[in-house]
């Protein structure tokens, strides 16, 4: 019998339009799940990947796709931990070895197998994606499928990487990037207590972030933040997050850091940028790489939404459409977080 097809967008050449095709519906070898996928955000992450932005690039052809929630289809022999009918999300953690020291102590995003979702392991750019059940998001009800998809990768990075500035309730994290991460960042910030500065260089991001809540906007294209913030909060911002894909903001995220405070780099343009070593040095300040979040991360940013504290801001598009939505995404004209959904396939 002919195997079911399925559709999908690949990536066949990098920096070329992604092609919608149709290939076969995988089967779940030992081990793995099969999700039948409801809703996928589409990351900026999906942007650098498909451009082959990045010094390990994954192999030709993949799919990309790493916000993806769905339904649990089919369970490959030797599964218990999830059931079909459950609802689940594909992340980028896509599976990791469990017995690495990172692994063993609770940092499996830095495991040296660790296996990336939409990356080397084909991603939720398809109607069918197949999962690692030890590693997928366990969405809670009371989340529709397109509000839960952001946050399976901008939320739970952005939670992460704020728990990582180690600011404290009542101290000020400057967010630089006020897009599909951004616009978590500032909620998540609020919720756990933070006073926030968002910068971005778009006035209409800005005004967003406002009405999500911030203390404080600085368009950097117009001013330089690091002199407005330390006019305004008298002194640097006790966390810092860069979240923008632009390596002018990282320049700028340091000198925004107050004495003795932290510095967390999420953003992922390709490059290096100049580290102003002096004030970096006789500040004691900290500069720290945050990469997405563990299965516990997972957990708590979800919480934060079923509780109403975040919530996404989504446009709804339909697969066929992500190459104007990369080209839109590119060019900063997405204003928050593009959800494919996938009942209008
Ligand atoms: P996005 O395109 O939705 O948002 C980017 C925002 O940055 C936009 O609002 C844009 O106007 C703003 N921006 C651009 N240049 C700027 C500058 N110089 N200063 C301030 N703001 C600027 O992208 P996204 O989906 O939020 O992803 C952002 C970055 O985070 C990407 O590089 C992505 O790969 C990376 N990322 C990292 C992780 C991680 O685990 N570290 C996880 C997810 C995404
Ligand atoms: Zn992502
Ligand atoms: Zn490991």
Not at 190 to 206: Q, R, T
Not at 253 to 258: A, K, L, N, V, Y
Not at 274 to 297: E, M, Y
């Amino acid at each position: 019998m002919a195997a079911k097809k399925m559709h999908v967008a690949v990536v066949t050449a990098f920096g070329k339009a992604l092609e919608l095709q149709e290939w076969d519906i995988p089967v779940p070898g030992p081990g793995q799940i099969l999700v039948k996928t409801e809703a996928c955000g589409v990351c900026h992450t999906d942007l650098h990947a498909a451009k082959g932005d990045w010094p390990v690039k994954p192999a030709l052809p993949f799919i990309p796709g790493h916000e993806a929630i769905g339904i649990v289809v089919a369970l490959g022999a030797g599964v218990t931990i999830v059931k079909e009918g459950d609802r689940v999300g594909v992340p980028w953690l896509y599976s990791a070895c469990g017995h690495c020291e990172y692994c063993l102590s609770a940092w499996e995003t830095v495991c040296n197998e660790v296996q990336f979702g939409g990356y080397n392991r084909n991603g939720g750019f398809a109607e069918y994606v197949l999962a690692d059940p030890n590693y997928v998001a366990h969405i809670p009800q009371g989340l529709s499928p397109t509000e839960a998809a952001p946050l399976i990768c901008a939320g739970i990075t952005t939670y992460k990487g704020i728990k990582e500035t180690e600011a404290r309730p009542g101290e000020w994290i400057a967010i630089s990037g006020c897009g599909g991460l951004g616009h978590l960042a500032i909620q998540y910030a609020k919720a756990m207590g933070l006073k926030v500065c968002a910068v971005d260089i778009d006035d209409g991001k800005l005004d967003h972030a406002r009405r999500l809540g911030a203390d404080l906007t600085i368009n950097a294209k117009t001013h330089d933040p690091a002199n407005i913030l330390k006019m305004a909060i008298g002194g640097g911002a006790h966390g810092v997050l860069i979240t923008a894909p632009s390596l002018p903001a990282f320049k700028q995220g340091i000198e925004m850091t107050r004495k003795r405070g932290t510095c967390a780099l999420v953003g992922l343009p390709p490059g290096e940028f100049p580290t102003p070593l002096f004030d970096v040095v006789a500040n004691c300040i900290t500069i720290r790489g945050s990469f997405v979040g563990t299965r516990k991360d997972m957990a708590e940013c979800l919480a934060f939404a079923v509780d109403g504290k975040v919530k996404a801001d989504i446009e709804l598009q339909p697969l066929a459409s992500i190459n104007t939505v990369f080209e839109r995404l590119e060019h900063g004209d997405v204003p928050s977080r593009v959800v494919l959904d996938f009942a209008a396939v």
